[in-house]
């Protein structure tokens, strides 16, 4: 079975950019001098603040149409694998961008947003946490 996946260029940018943010970071910080926002190498001349107007810098579609060839049996499991890394390092990148420029009131509720799903008994602690643990100690007592 041939390989459909490829690391494309968009993703290559996002990573050169990244590294070059970091050592300019580090620059900064040794130096004494001033950190700078990290910029989407596709923003161009866009308006980083205006949220609709870098969506193009994070798209996705590419990756995903390629994932999407790969789960039509039209891949390896190492092209779904690095294709699906490819996405979601891109979709973290975009999220951490976007909440870096939001407004402290779209902070404030996402946050509660998030408390309200955490404070649920079938939310990440209760849901998640708590039936792990469980299934781990019921299996290991099954086991003996």
Known sequence: MAGVSDILGDFSK???????QAKFSAE???????????????AG????NDPTAINSSFDRTALNNLYE?????????????ALKQQIDYVAVLERSYRAARASSIRCRAMAAGRSKGHSS??????????REIQ??????KESR
């Open 14 to 20: 996002h990573i050169k950019a990244l590294e070059e």
């Open 28 to 42: 900064a910080v040794t130096s004494g001098g001033r950190r700078r926002w990290f910029v989407p190498p596709a």
């Open 45 to 48: 001349s866009a308006d980083v």
């Open 69 to 81: 060839k790969a789960l039509l049996d039209e891949g390896t499991v190492g092209d779904r694998i």
């Open 121 to 130: 008994s079938m939310g990440v602690f209760g849901g998640h946490v708590m």
């Open 135 to 140: 299934n781990i100690i019921r299996n290991s």
